[in-house]
Nanobody, 114 residues
Framework: QVQLVESGGGLVQPGGSLRLSCAAS????????MNWYRQAPGKQRDLVAG???????NYADFVKGRFTISRDNTKIALYLQMSSLQPEDTAVYYC????????WGQGTQVTVSS
């Protein structure tokens, strides 16, 4: 059974930083792309960043230059380093393997507020 467990969310002030982690089990992730999505209240779920098995990354325009995605295939983990956080970054952040029809975590809440 594949399980993805996110951690690292919380409350942070505007301009602050957080590092999200995703621990995967029950799957060998080496051949899969891994992604972070987010969903704010009343909005659709959006792709934030992705990283291929080869380490190629892509970012949504709204996080470019502020967020960094990385992965550790040995630890079967995915990370998202977020900096210069703004209130509009407030959302539930989801770890994903292999896209929309792949595997999903339960999400971790990130709240940016003063």
């Amino acid at each position: 059974q594949v399980q993805l467990v996110e951690s690292g969310g919380g409350l942070v002030q505007p301009g602050g930083s957080l590092r999200l982690s995703c621990a995967a089990s029950g799957i060998i992730v080496g051949g899969y792309s891994m992604n972070w999505y987010r969903q704010a209240p009343g909005k659709q779920r959006d792709l934030v960043a992705g990283i291929t098995s080869g380490g190629r990354t892509n970012y949504a325009d709204f996080v470019k230059g502020r967020f960094t995605i990385s992965r550790d295939n040995t630890k079967i983990a995915l990370y998202l380093q977020m900096s210069s956080l703004q209130p509009e970054d407030t959302a539930v952040y989801y770890c994903n393997i292999n896209g929309q029809y792949g595997y999903w975590g339960q999400g971790t809440q990130v709240t940016v507020s003063s």
